[in-house]
């Protein structure tokens, strides 16, 4: 319980917002560039910035460049960088094989990395989406997206991650089952300083949108993705979702989207108190950028408000394509 508060005017509390001094003093969260996972999205060719109309100021990159960004990233001092591979139709197949191809562009991103950025953690997407024909996170047989057969997918392709130096797994998948596969295998594999990150509790959204053209997977995917991810009306489920995960063998957990869900980030770190991260997604960030680009709000200040508000809800960090800029205005530049 609260202590009795003395009632008006003992208890002024605009006492203690009267100058920035006492405003920083009393300040309960604050942001930092420890905060930040940076998503970056790599694609094949070399020397390759490509643009992606609605992710304003976000790009696919060729290997070569990811490197580069890895460099600027660590020397923003930002910990993490998070890579997802863009796909063309082309590259796409039923059986998804690309996905733990060692030399696909993700896997040679990681190498790169690790290689040219060796302070710099770097963290994976595990899911079928982004090699599959049909734009879905697991295989689908008969209209039915699988689980089982897609578990076993899953592992080959976070030990090839994991292979290739990944330190941080993501798996964003949603299939039951495949934590406690993945961190078996990796066990079993002498990977077992490798992190799983779960996606633990990630939502069906409309707020992949921007994403989805990002990785190729907008013209590929079929139907929706509701059988796997969850309903944005329930909450309880989340943290069903998250103990589970917790207990497979997770190191952190994820709720996805990151705004419109902080109410799960709070119960999430309440009820577990394991590091618990946030992501701002794709349509998220693409919202700001417009309203910005329109001149409806002040980029930096609304930037900066909703990743404190990630703080604010219990969140340890942020997945977030804002991270570089936001690191910046952080260290003064
Ligand atoms: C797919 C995946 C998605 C995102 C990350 N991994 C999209 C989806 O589930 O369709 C979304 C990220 C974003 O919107 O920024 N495994």
Not at 210 to 227: I, Q
Request: charged share 25%; aromatic share 8%; with cysteine.
């Amino acid at each position: 319980m609260r202590p009795t508060q003395a009632p008006y005017p003992i208890t002024r509390l605009r006492r203690t917002r009267q100058s920035p001094a006492i405003r920083g003093m009393v300040r309960q969260n604050t942001l930092t560039v420890d905060d930040f996972i940076w998503p970056v999205f790599v694609r094949s060719g070399e020397g390759i910035e490509e643009p992606i109309p609605s992710m304003p100021g976000v790009v696919r990159r060729s290997v070569d460049k990811v490197a580069l960004a890895a460099r600027e990233a660590a020397d923003l001092g930002i910990p993490a960088i998070c890579i997802f591979p863009y796909t063309g139709l082309e590259e796409r197949t039923e059986d998804c094989a690309g996905a733990w191809d060692p030399d696909n562009h993700a896997n040679r991103a990681i190498r790169a990395i690790k290689q040219a950025v060796p302070e710099i953690a770097i963290m994976t997407d595990v899911a079928l989406d982004t090699y599959n024909i049909n734009g879905h996170d697991g295989f689908v047989e008969d209209g039915e997206i699988v689980n089982d057969r897609t578990v076993d997918a899953l592992v080959k392709m976070a030990l090839s991650q994991a292979e290739a130096g990944a330190d941080i797994i993501g798996p964003s998948d949603m299939m039951d089952g495949r934590i406690g596969a993945i961190r078996a295998a990796l066990e079993g594999a002498s990977h077992q300083n490798v992190m799983i990150l779960s996606y633990a509790a990630k939502y069906a959204s409309a707020f992949y949108g921007p994403f989805r053209d990002a990785v190729g997977a907008s013209g590929a995917l079929t139907g929706d993705k509701k059988t796997y991810q969850m309903d944005p009306a329930n909450s309880d489920e989340a943290m069903r979702l998250i103990e589970r995960d917790l207990a497979e063998g997770a190191d952190m957990v994820m709720v996805k989207p990151g705004l419109p869900y902080l109410d799960i980030c709070r119960r999430a770190r309440d009820t577990f108190g394991a590091p618990t991260f946030a992501y701002q997604v794709s349509g998220e960030y693409a919202m700001i950028k417009a309203a910005a680009q329109n001149g409806w709000v002040d980029h930096d200040r609304v930037m900066m408000e909703s990743l404190m508000a990630f703080k604010r809800a219990g969140c340890d960090g942020i997945l977030t394509y804002f991270a570089p800029a936001a690191a910046r205005l952080l260290n003064g530049a």
